[in-house]
């Protein structure tokens, strides 16, 4: 049987992921970059707890845009900033709203 090397309960029954997933204060921000182009990011993730690569790719298929994930943050073309939220608090992630 598995143990969860952070808080020693078997994985079946472990909460950490969910806590983290509460814990964290995700904001969900956008900016215009040059040539007018608009970015919406996700901050406050921690990489630590979370597949920012895997998350990336959720998003993405979510906003049908491009993306990439940068110093612990997730930008994606466009402004989705209504979508993010939505498809975050789906997956149980508390978002702050901003
Ligand atoms: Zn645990």
């Known amino acids: 049987m598995a143990i969860c090397a952070t808080c020693g309960l078997p994985d079946e029954i472990c909460i950490c992921e969910e806590i983290a997933k509460e814990t964290q ?18 901050e406050g993730l921690d990489a630590g707890d979370v597949d920012l690569d895997e998350l990336a790719r959720t998003l993405k298929t979510k906003v ?12 994606l073309q466009g402004e989705h900033r209504k979508k993010v939220e939505q498809t975050l608090q789906d997956l149980g992630y508390h978002v702050e709203i901003t």
């Open 25 to 42: 204060r995700i904001r969900i921000t956008s900016d215009r970059r040059r040539y007018g182009k608009v970015v919406t990011i996700v």
């Open 64 to 75: 049908a845009a491009g993306g990439t994930v940068k110093k612990g943050r997730i930008e």
